[in-house]
Nanobody
């Protein structure tokens, strides 16, 4: 499956952004979807994930209550609504998919989007 992330940008502290990740090539609903991020000089980290039909979600503690992951299988798209953004949310955000399991381990994700930059200015 091919993934195309979009929606990043520059936003002030406390602002909001919505990231989108459009999928093509395979049956989207067969895949668990995750968002990960990587800040400069840091390892990539898990942000959020969602089950195949959107009935289950899971978040990193650092974003819980501020970010919401959702998906629209009819549009082959997964979203990440980010509210109350903080400078420490600055990173390149990646969407990823895997067929096997709902996991926070990035090594288990098969396909990755190209990343979209989110910069939160103070």
């Amino acid at each position: 499956v091919q993934l195309q992330a979009s929606g990043g940008g520059l936003v002030q502290v406390g602002g909001s952004l919505r990231l989108s990740c459009a999928a093509s090539g395979r049956t989207f609903s067969n895949y668990f979807m995750g968002w990960f991020r990587q800040a400069p000089g840091k390892e990539r980290e898990f942000v959020a994930l969602i089950s195949r039909y959107g009935t289950r979600t899971y978040y990193a503690d650092s974003v819980k209550g501020r970010f919401t992951i959702s998906r629209d299988n009819a549009k082959n798209t997964v979203y990440l609504q980010m509210n109350s953004l903080k400078p420490e949310d600055t990173a390149v955000y990646y969407c990823a998919s895997n067929r096997a399991t709902m996991t926070t381990n990035d090594n288990e994700y098969e396909y990755w989007g190209q990343g979209t930059q989110v910069t939160v200015s103070s």
